[in-house]
């Protein structure tokens, strides 16, 4: 089955930007919508933004809108999420997670999570 | 706004069924998922499209839609089955339950 690898998990200042990565190992990333999905320490998880399969439209939590901004690099199989004004309650893990069969679906693989912290 | 309404925590026997619920309005007429996460693990899909089970998941675990419930049933409950639960539709965005910790005790 696919896997993914998140990256560019960082400790960063309230303000401050970060952009996080998602690694795909099969080909077939292209072909799937994509979504990043965050759970803050002990907390539950939250849909953050999701990315059709061939990137032409994005959505997103009211909670990041105009802060954050999802792409893809099919031809890298690459995710990315920049996160720009960061805030403390941006602290979490964020996971890379492919929807199935449309950015409306059920998440059928996940990756490790990579984390995010935001304090001074 | 659409929200998914799960309890905090559910205890069960070993052996025993356990059984996971998740309301929101009108969710008998939408899809719904469940995952499992376990402590410092990713979370993995249980169910999709209100009651299919992916492959690699046991037969144990099965669920059921009627009316503003889903529900996840957990037959024969393991001690490995312990572990949060999610439950996740869509009404214009993604929604996710607060999420169930079972204990299996």
């Known amino acids: 089955d696919v896997q993914f690898l998140e990256s560019g998990g960082d400790l960063v200042q309230p303000g401050g930007s970060l952009r996080l990565s998602c690694a795909a190992s099969e080909r077939t990333f292209q072909y799937y919508a994509m979504t990043w999905v965050r759970q803050a320490p002990g907390k539950g998880l939250e849909w953050v933004s999701s990315i059709t399969d061939n990137g032409g439209s994005t959505y997103y939590a009211d909670s990041v809108k105009g802060r954050f901004t999802i792409s893809r690099d099919n031809s890298k199989k690459m995710l990315h999420l920049l996160m720009t004004s960061l805030r403390a309650e941006d602290s979490a893990v964020y996971f890379c997670?492919?929807?199935?069969?449309?950015?409306?679906?059920?998440?059928?693989?996940w990756g490790q999570g990579t984390l995010v912290i935001v304090s001074s | 706004s659409f929200d998914l309404t799960q309890p905090p925590s559910v205890s069960v026997s070993p052996g025993q069924t356990a059984t996971i619920t998740c309301s929101g309005h009108?969710?008998?007429?939408?899809?719904t998922s469940w995952y499992q996460q376990k402590p410092g693990q990713s979370p993995v899909l249980v169910i999709y499209q209100n009651s299919r089970r992916p492959s690699g998941i046991p037969e144990r675990f099965s669920a059921s839609t009627s009316g503003n419930t889903a529900t996840l049933t957990i037959s024969g409950t393991q001690a490995i089955d312990e572990a949060d639960y999610y439950c996740?539709?869509?009404?214009?965005?993604?929604?996710f339950g607060g999420g169930t910790k079972l204990t299996v005790l």
């Open positions: 997670a492919r929807v199935i069969p449309d950015w409306s679906g059920y998440h059928s693989s």
């Open positions: 009108n969710l008998g007429f939408k899809s």
């Open positions: 996740q539709a869509w009404d214009a965005k993604t929604v």
